[in-house]
């Protein structure tokens, strides 16, 4: 056991005025804390309602007037319907089925 060493004189540290002060300046400090927190609350509360631009609750409905437009009708091209076979070699050969090669026909 080590026997050198300063021992605590606790009534040193148990003075009636002493903790009093103590007290007295942790209510301040708290009180001080709470007053903060409320003006910070109540300043951040301003400046959101100053961002947000006011609402007008005037109603602008549209009015429609009926026009004649000309409908074109357009025609779809030929599509390619491509049928897949199996070759012996694994190489998969796409050729078009007789209705593709049809439409092509009447396209060119």
Do not use: C
Not at 63 to 75: A, D, G, Q
Request: charged share 15%; hydrophobic share 35%; net charge positive.
């Amino acid at each position: 056991m080590a026997t050198n060493y300063t021992p605590i004189d606790i009534q040193k540290f148990r003075n009636d005025r002493n903790n009093t002060t103590n007290t007295l300046l942790l209510l301040i400090a708290t009180f001080t804390t709470f007053v903060l927190v409320i003006l910070l609350f109540i300043l951040i509360q301003k400046k959101i309602k100053m961002q947000t631009p006011p609402q007008n609750n005037i109603i602008i409905s549209p009015t429609l007037t009926p026009t004649n437009t000309p409908v074109s009708t357009i025609t779809p091209l030929p599509t390619l319907e491509l049928s897949p076979q199996a070759s012996p070699s694994g190489i998969t050969e796409i050729t078009p089925t007789k209705e593709a090669t049809d439409s092509l026909k009447t396209v060119q």
